[in-house]
């Protein structure tokens, strides 16, 4: 499967626990994407990233949310001391990084707070 | 004000007419557009692409642009229950920069 690869696919906290959700880009991908989608509403931009770098990172909460891309293995999107709040849709998105290149979703984490 | 609108419906139309769903953005430093298809519970699906004023063809899809009026839409020609989802409307200021999603059109055909 060449596509964007996310897991783990559902994810159960309760309060207080960490979230780890993990994305793999497309092969040949090296810009990474994370967006969160609340129910019934569009697709927020949280943090984007390359290989050991942080773009973009303004979409994400300044406390308890960090992101990572290593040089080797996926990015690793993170939430701290999880809250009710945090329930969402978490998508990946990746490109090439090429001008004007689509970004393709990996089939995303659904995180539900206990 | 939003970046980007889109009407949330549900638009509904008969099988085998045209859906027209509509999007308007509000930067004028966008540059490339593109709409997704979201199936409930799934991931957004990229079903065009447009960079250029006019319209662009595929398949059963055209999406068209007018710049001037930052104005996107997608016609679906031949609309089948298949095609109920929710559309996602998202426009890229630059080359690498994050998408600006509207919230979504709610496509239902009815057979």
């Known amino acids: 499967n060449a596509g964007v690869m996310q897991n783990p696919r559902h994810l159960v906290r309760r309060r207080g626990q960490e979230a780890r959700l993990r994305c793999s880009p497309m092969?040949?991908?090296?810009?990474v994407y994370w967006y969160r989608q609340l129910p019934e509403e569009g697709l927020k931009f949280m943090v984007y990233l390359q290989k050991e770098n942080i773009i973009d990172e303004s979409g994400m909460p300044k406390e308890r949310f960090s992101a990572e891309f290593p040089k080797e293995g996926p990015s690793i999107l993170r939430i701290q001391q999880v809250v009710r709040g945090d329930s969402a849709a978490y998508f990946c998105?990746?490109?090439?990084?090429?001008?004007?290149?689509?970004?393709?979703f990996g089939d995303g984490t659904r995180l539900s707070i206990l | 004000q939003k970046e980007v609108e889109q009407n949330s419906g549900p638009l509904s139309v008969p099988e085998g007419a045209i859906a027209s769903l509509n999007c308007t953005y509000s930067?004028?430093?966008?540059?490339?557009f593109f709409w997704y298809r979201q199936y409930s519970g799934k991931s957004p699906e990229l079903i065009m692409s447009?960079?250029?004023?006019g319209d662009k063809e595929d398949g059963r899809f055209t999406a068209q642009l007018n710049k001037a009026s930052q104005y996107v839409s997608l016609l679906i020609r031949d609309s089948q229950p298949s095609d109920s989802a929710t559309y996602l409307c998202a426009a890229l200021k630059e080359g690498n920069t994050p998408l600006v999603f509207g919230k979504g059109t709610r496509l239902s055909v009815i057979a």
């Open positions: 447009i960079y250029s004023n």
């Open positions: 930067d004028r430093g966008s540059q490339s």
């Open positions: 092969k040949g991908h090296s810009h």
């Open positions: 998105a990746s490109s090439p990084g090429q001008f004007n290149q689509p970004q393709h």
